[in-house]
């Protein structure tokens, strides 16, 4: 279980927008969030992420649970590189791979009566880690996700404060599609994206389920 509601009401003045909304959400799990305008669609993402209280009911998120939304994503401004600000999602990746370096620096300077052997154990065990957080394949699913979402490679160094609307907003799809939030939470994400794009997004949750056990929350008019 990743998260559950239970029970959940919301209203607005005197507008009722969720009664007794109950569900449970399990690892790996795409769902589908259909319903009309002004259903409550939107306000079920953000009881969820808990950026709106209840007035009734409870959230229960399961510890270790992480959610990543466009609610949330950073607005792409400024001279970055479109690439650049879309692989910052894998910030954590740079870290680590520094660590590799040192550890190999380290190794280079130190013998086996000066702790070769440790360096060598912590050197394995980072390798190891940055391995299985998919750091040797960064830049190819950066690459991959900038194409699929429709954003070619001729804008890949083009500052993102410069690109037009509906690019920006691929931007932070592609961004958010990086990250390895156990649920991405995506509002109409298709609104931005062409044919090609949406078979792409199609794809790449049921990639990131099947590989990773990673899981989606996703509202749409289109079932
Ligand atoms: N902060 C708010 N203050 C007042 N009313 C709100 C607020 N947020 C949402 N509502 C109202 O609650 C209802 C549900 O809104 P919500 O945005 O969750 O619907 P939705 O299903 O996402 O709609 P859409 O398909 O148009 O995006 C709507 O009638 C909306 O006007
Ligand atoms: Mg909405």
Do not use: C
């Amino acid at each position: 279980m990743l998260y559950r509601l239970s029970g959940v009401a919301k209203a607005y003045g005197p507008k009722e927008v969720l009664k007794d909304a109950t569900w449970q959400h399990d690892p790996g799990r795409i769902v589908g969030l259909v319903g009309r305008n002004g259903a409550g669609k939107s306000t079920v993402l953000r009881i969820v992420q808990g950026l709106v209280e209840p007035d009734a009911g409870k959230l229960h998120t399961a510890g270790g649970t992480t959610f990543a939304s466009l609610d949330q994503a950073v607005e792409p401004e400024g001279d970055e590189p479109l690439r650049a600000f879309v692989a910052r999602a894998l910030a954590h990746l740079v870290g680590l791979e520094d660590d590799l370096r040192r550890l190999e620096e380290g190794m280079a300077q130190s013998s086996a009566d000066t702790g070769l052997e440790d360096l060598l154990s912590a050197y394995d065990e980072a390798r190891e880690r940055f391995e299985r957080e998919g750091g040797y394949e960064a830049e190819s699913r950066v690459e991959r996700v900038l194409s699929g979402v429709g954003l070619p490679r001729e804008v890949w160094d083009r500052p993102v404060g410069e690109l037009s609307g509906g690019q920006k907003h691929r931007a932070q799809i592609a961004r958010l599609l990086l990250t390895s939030a156990s649920v991405l939470l995506l509002d109409e994400p298709t609104n931005h994206l062409d044919v090609a794009g949406i078979e792409f997004l199609e794809t790449w949750l049921r990639e990131r389920s099947e590989k990773a056990g990673l899981a989606a929350l996703v509202v749409s008019h289109d079932r």
